[in-house]
Structures are given as structure tokens and as C-alpha cells.
């Protein structure tokens, strides 16, 4: 994946770093960019009407709402209206803390965020208090990842709990197919066969979960990733359509209009817009 064109922000020899919203540092809201660390965003106050971009998808931000960002993620933020936390994770300290709990979690999708409803506040305001003391102070590793640990752990269960039951385990090794072969597998028989199972019965698994057909999640994987890479201005659009599995730029230029509504060019100068 070549998204050298966005700026990226990484921990340098740290495993974690931690601020509140309002009084980081204001490079860090600067247009589009993305990061080498996994980032869990509290905004805990937030004014009318905001939004926070995550690989181009604009997601309104409610009060006492939880983001977690993958290393990677393209995304954007403005810094004014909101106010809360921000933690920065690097990936071998995220992974080995807490990777095996949300990586198990069904609802886990790249884009877990939750609003932590009143009642689970408390936990988290001491949680975090007990962060800060500690990263302030000694900043013990094997402390912060039991804080940290408890953190993630907290907002997992407040969302089980206001959540669906849980989905079929075989849908969580679908992702992980898509996210290995989207570029080269478009048909449901290849995943199907992967998973034992027919490809009706996958396309009923996934239009009960997701409520989406195989293909439809196959086409929003290459449709995520062709934005990020039509993001990277000086690439050729052909050069992308063939690194994307298409045997033509003209049948990508198709693909990519008929599933955004924009001509890739265009779509290009839309992100140069917002990044400027």
C-alpha cells in the first residue's frame, strides 16, 4: 500500500503518549494524514455539528463518543469544539496489550468506536485518571498496560451490552480472506470454499451481519483502498488499476464511478481540496 503522499505521524522510540484533546498539539490536526500507531480518541465534550474523517468517510462525533484509528488510516480531525482524550499506542505495545481481546471481538471491523453511555462513565474517568497519574510520573510499562488493558476492556463490554448478540465466528475469518485477497478474489465461490461453507450460505451470513453481500464488502474493500491510493497524487491511475487487479484503467475508471460517483481525476481533486 503506497501512501507516502500523506504525512505521517509516528511515536519514535516511545510506546505511548497520551494528551488531552484541546491541549495537543495542534500539527497534529493539520489536514489528511495517518499515523504508524494505533490511536484511541475520547471526546468526551464536543460542539454541534462535528465531524471526524476515517479513510474518507465523514463520521459525526457525539458526546462521550470512543474512536479507535489502525496504523495506517487515513483520516483527519479538527482540533476546536471538542475536548476529551487521546492515546497513542505503538503497534507491538497495542498488539501484545490488548490486540488478542478486540481482535477476538466480533464487533471489532477496523472502525470501533462506541458512545459510552452514563452509567459506564465513572469506570472510565477513574481508568483514565490512573493513566495519567502514571504516565506523568514513573510511566511504568507494566503498570500503563494494565490500566490500558482495563480501559479497552471496559468499553468492549459497554458495547456487548448494548450491542446484538454476538455474529458467527466464520465471519470474522471472512474479513481477514477479504483483507489478503480483495486485489485478485472478486467471486464469493473462492471465500466459500475457504470456509467450508456454500456460497449461499455466505451471502445469507453476511446479509444477516452486514447486511451486504459478499461481493458488496469485496467492492467496499477495493473502493477504500483505491481512495487511499488515487489520494497519493503523483501515482498514475493506471499504475493503480493494475496494482488493484483490474486488467484495464478503463474498466477501474468504471468500477470506481459506477461504486462513488466520481471519475478517479475528479475524485483526486476532491481530496486535494480538503487536504489544503
Not at 68 to 94: T, Y
Not at 117 to 129: K, S, Y
Request: hydrophobic letters at 40%; a neutral charge; proline letters at 4%.
Amino acid at each position: 500500500m503506497n501512501l507516502q503522499d500523506y504525512p505521517l505521524h509516528d511515536l519514535g522510540e516511545a510506546f505511548f503518549a497520551m494528551t488531552t484533546i484541546e491541549d495537543a498539539d495542534g500539527y497534529f490536526f493539520k489536514g489528511l494524514h495517518r499515523h504508524d500507531f494505533y490511536e484511541l480518541l475520547w471526546f468526551t465534550d464536543v460542539g454541534p455539528g462535528q465531524l471526524h474523517s476515517i479513510d474518507f468517510r465523514d463520521h459525526p462525533i457525539a458526546r462521550n463518543q470512543v474512536f479507535l484509528l489502525l496504523p495506517g488510516q487515513v483520516h483527519s480531525l479538527e482540533q476546536l469544539n471538542k475536548r476529551g482524550f487521546l492515546m497513542a499506542m505503538s503497534g507491538e505495545f497495542f498488539e501484545r496489550v490488548i490486540g488478542n481481546d478486540m481482535f477476538r471481538f466480533p464487533g471489532y471491523s477496523g472502525n470501533f468506536s462506541i458512545v459510552i453511555p452514563d452509567q459506564g462513565l465513572a469506570v472510565l474517568h477513574t481508568i483514565t485518571g490512573l493513566i495519567r497519574t502514571e504516565y506523568a510520573g514513573a510511566a511504568r510499562p507494566v503498570i500503563l498496560e494494565s490500566y490500558l488493558r482495563s480501559w479497552v476492556l471496559h468499553c468492549i463490554e459497554l458495547y456487548k451490552e448494548s450491542s446484538i448478540p454476538q455474529s458467527d465466528p466464520r465471519l470474522q475469518a471472512l474479513g481477514e480472506l477479504i483483507e489478503a485477497h480483495y486485489r485478485k478474489q472478486r467471486r464469493a465461490e473462492f471465500y466459500a470454499k475457504k470456509l467450508s461453507i456454500s456460497a449461499k450460505r455466505l451471502n445469507e451470513l453476511t446479509r444477516e451481519s452486514f447486511g451486504k453481500t459478499i461481493s458488496q464488502m469485496i467492492n467496499d474493500r477495493l473502493i477504500l483502498e483505491a481512495k487511499r491510493e488515487i489520494g497519493c497524487i503523483d501515482k498514475p491511475i493506471k499504475e493503480i488499476s493494475y496494482e488493484l487487479g483490474f486488467s484495464e484503467p478503463a474498466y477501474f475508471t468504471r468500477f470506481f464511478g459506477k461504486q462513488t460517483g466520481y471519475a478517479p481525476q475528479d475524485f483526486r481533486k476532491r481530496i486535494m481540496a480538503l487536504d489544503h
